[in-house]
């Protein structure tokens, strides 16, 4: 334990180490290019700092950008969850109805989602544009792993159930929803990730004016690199928290899931 | 014991499955026609420009194929500038990805100690490069560098955690009878990680094929699938659309599909072993 811990402080003694060689380097390389194409650090602190009390080039700041990107994405990612879960523990429950309509599932599953913006443009306006946009690109993940998490149960548990005379609709309850729950949870995780790429095709593409996505583009047009980063930068880290922040809960819902594979 | 019974539900299943196949492959044809015929109805009945009928569709393919778009680009070209971008793209994230991924995972220190400037790239999504490398980079570069990202951290990561993930048991036997460290990483890490390494490949390239619909509607090179559906989306002209992101469904599964053809038949050793 001792050990483990004293590595964890090394393990993050080196991170900070080479993070601070990264930035020295950057801000080295920086100066010397003395390009407006490569931002320095210090131009994208300042950047930060700019965006988060002033805003860009339209009074728009960090957070009202952010806060609609986010809006948009769960919008999507909730409409997704609602159709996707159900609809995958149906055709899971039922293969027979997934086999015959293969045909049309299949080739639409493969349409990139980002191959819909065009449409979604055509199509609608506004806030639902987006929303139809993030709904393609997360019902497949999470609509594909149900389905095939119901047909991964085990059926060692189902055919015990059975035996014991347990109806249908108690085996799916008790048993195939709470086995299927933790892929459910991963096939989320999954499509939270690509929804969050997604909204950012659509929002350079789509046209509206406030956005992560758009800022980033409004910003390259204008070679304001700094701002560039700081709009991926800020994108990243939301990313990694939101992808953190599932695992987290993951975990914690379904410990039971790892003391069970232990034993 | 269980042998046997594994043959019986072999046999049974083998005379079913010339059946079951016919049955299935005709009840997919039917709810095609379905599909189509329901298409056809409810366009006729909405007459409106942006539901076009499956026949419009089909006269726009054949019209992008042979006469090519508004600016005479055809279709043929549109496919062949975005295969050979990502090609370009993903080869790069191969040659990078997997030697890169597997130092790592041999060396695991390393990766550990410069996470901090890893994991963050990492969650950028490629798309979110797009505007920068517009400003930086200019013409072919610039589509190769998108879909090198997309592509790159699939593999890094998925070589990485499948050397991470090599039965210890499988390096020990061998420590243990005195083989050098070059004898173990050449004939027990690299072929268990292959199939892992092949697996992430796949989910690069479907990655890969993504970003490059939104690079090439945003990079503003006029050839390329992503950006005729684009082009023909200011026009509002649907069927070409249909047209557009139909193939766009196409070629991607008929790359994932060829992987996994490949993937079955190279490693067809790993499923003997896993049964």
Same mark, same amino acid.
């Given at each position: 334990?001792?050990?483990?811990?004293?590595?964890?402080?090394?393990?993050?003694?080196?991170?900070?180490?080479?993070?601070?060689?990264?930035?020295?380097?950057?801000?080295?390389?920086?100066?010397?290019?003395?390009?407006?194409?490569?931002?320095?650090?210090?131009?994208?602190?300042?950047?930060?700092?700019?965006m988060v009390?002033?805003g860009d080039?339209e009074g728009i700041g960090l957070g009202l950008h952010l806060w609609k990107s986010i809006i948009r994405v769960f919008s999507g990612f909730g409409?997704?969850?609602?159709?996707?879960?159900?609809?995958?523990?149906?055709?899971?429950?039922?293969?027979?109805?997934?086999?015959?309509?293969?045909?049309?599932?299949?080739?639409?599953?493969?349409?990139?989602?980002?191959?819909?913006?065009?449409?979604?443009?055509?199509?609608?306006?506004g806030f639902?544009?987006y929303v139809?946009?993030i709904?393609?690109?997360?019902?497949?993940?999470?609509?594909?792993?149900?389905?095939?998490?119901?047909?991964?149960?085990?059926?060692?548990?189902?055919?015990?159930? #059975?035996?014991?005379?347990?109806?249908?609709?108690?085996?799916?309850? #008790?048993?195939?929803?709470?086995?299927?729950?933790?892929?459910?949870?991963?096939?989320?995780?999954?499509?939270?990730?690509?929804s969050w790429?997604?909204i950012v095709?659509a929002e350079?593409?789509?046209?509206e004016m406030v956005g992560i996505g758009r800022l980033i583009? #409004?910003?390259?047009?204008?070679?304001?690199?700094?701002?560039?980063?700081v709009g991926?930068?800020t994108i990243?880290v939301l990313g990694?928290c939101l992808?953190?922040?599932?695992?987290?809960?993951? #975990?914690?819902?379904?410990?039971?899931?790892?003391?069970?594979?232990?034993? | 014991?269980?042998?046997?019974?594994?043959?019986?539900?072999?046999?049974?299943?083998?005379?079913?499955?010339?059946?079951?196949?016919?049955?299935?492959?005709?009840?997919?044809?039917?709810?095609?026609?379905?599909? !189509?015929?329901?298409?056809?109805?409810?366009?006729?009945?909405? =007459?409106?420009?942006?539901?076009?009928?499956?026949?419009?569709?089909?006269?726009?393919?054949?019209?992008?194929?042979?006469? %090519?778009?508004?600016?005479?680009?055809?279709?043929?070209?549109?496919?062949?500038?975005?295969?050979?971008?990502?090609?370009?793209?993903?080869?790069?994230?191969?040659?990078? %990805?997997?030697?890169?991924?597997?130092?790592?995972?041999?060396?695991?220190?390393?990766?550990?100690?410069?996470?901090?400037?890893?994991?963050?790239?990492?969650?950028?999504?490629?798309?979110?490069?797009?505007?920068?490398?517009?400003?930086?980079?200019?013409?072919?570069?610039?589509?190769?560098?998108?879909?090198?990202?997309?592509?790159?951290?699939?593999?890094?990561?998925?070589?990485? !955690?499948?050397?991470?993930?090599?039965?210890?048991?499988?390096?020990?036997?061998?420590?243990?009878?005195?083989?050098?460290?070059?004898?173990?990483?050449?004939?027990?890490?690299?072929?268990?990680?292959?199939?892992?390494?092949?697996?992430?490949?796949?989910?690069?390239?479907?990655?890969?094929?993504?970003?490059?619909?939104?690079?090439?509607?945003?990079? %503003?090179?006029?050839?390329?699938?992503?950006?005729?559906?684009?082009?023909?989306? =200011?026009?509002?002209?649907?069927?070409?659309?249909?047209?557009?992101?139909?193939?766009?469904?196409?070629?991607?599964?008929?790359?994932?599909?060829?992987?996994?053809?490949?993937?079955?038949?190279?490693?067809?050793?790993?499923?003997?072993?896993?049964?």
């Open positions: 334990m001792v050990s483990a811990h004293t590595d964890r402080i090394k393990s993050v003694g080196f991170n900070v180490l080479s993070l601070a060689v990264f930035v020295f380097l950057w801000a080295l390389i920086a100066r010397w290019q003395a390009s407006p194409f490569f931002a320095s650090p210090q131009q994208i602190a300042s950047g930060f700092v700019q009390t002033e080039s409409a997704a969850c609602v159709l996707g879960i159900p609809g995958g523990l149906f055709l899971g429950l039922f293969p027979w109805v997934y086999n015959r309509t293969r045909i049309i599932i299949e080739p639409v599953r493969f349409i990139s989602p980002i191959a819909w913006i065009p449409v979604a443009i055509v199509l609608l306006v639902i544009r139809f946009v709904w393609v690109a997360s019902f497949f993940p999470i609509f594909i792993t149900t389905l095939w998490s119901v047909r991964q149960v085990n059926p060692i548990n189902i055919n015990v159930a #059975k035996v014991a005379g347990a109806s249908r609709l108690f085996i799916i309850r #008790k048993i195939v929803i709470p086995s299927i729950l933790p892929s459910i949870a991963g096939g989320m995780r999954v499509s939270l990730g690509i790429m997604c095709a350079m593409i789509g046209g583009l #409004k910003s390259a047009m204008v070679a304001r690199m700094d701002l560039v980063v991926m930068l990243g990694f992808n953190e922040v599932f695992i987290r809960v993951e #975990k914690r819902l379904f410990r039971w899931r790892s003391a069970v594979s232990i034993g | 014991m269980e042998i046997s019974g594994f043959h019986r539900i072999r046999g049974k299943m083998e005379k079913n499955t010339g059946m079951e196949k016919t049955k299935t492959v005709g009840y997919n044809v039917l709810s095609l026609f379905g599909f !189509l015929f329901v298409w056809t109805f409810v366009s006729w009945l909405m =007459q409106s420009p942006f539901f076009p009928s499956p026949w419009l569709v089909f006269k726009a393919f054949i019209d992008l194929l042979i006469e %090519g778009d508004i600016e005479d680009v055809k279709l043929g070209m549109h496919v062949v500038q975005s295969l050979l971008r990502i090609f370009g793209g993903f080869g790069a994230a191969c040659l990078l %990805g997997i030697p890169l991924g597997l130092l790592m995972g041999l060396y695991p220190r390393v990766y550990d100690s410069t996470k901090a400037i890893i994991e963050p790239v990492r969650f950028i999504p490629p798309v979110a490069w797009i505007p920068l490398v517009i400003v930086l980079l200019i013409g072919f570069s610039r589509f190769v560098f998108v879909i090198w990202l997309g592509a790159f951290f699939p593999i890094f990561i998925g070589t990485l !955690l499948s050397v991470r993930g090599v039965n210890p048991l499988h390096v020990d036997v061998p420590k243990s009878f005195g083989a050098s460290r070059m004898y173990i990483v050449r004939k027990i890490i690299i072929p268990s990680v292959l199939p892992d390494i092949f697996t992430s490949m796949r989910v690069g390239l479907g990655i890969a094929w993504e970003c490059i619909m939104a690079a090439e509607m945003i990079g %503003g090179e006029r050839v390329g699938i992503g950006i005729m559906i684009l082009k023909y989306a =200011q026009l509002i002209r649907m069927e070409v659309i249909i047209v557009g992101i139909v193939i766009i469904g196409l070629i991607g599964f008929c790359l994932n599909e060829i992987f996994i053809l490949v993937e079955k038949r190279v490693f067809r050793w790993k499923e003997i072993v896993s049964i």
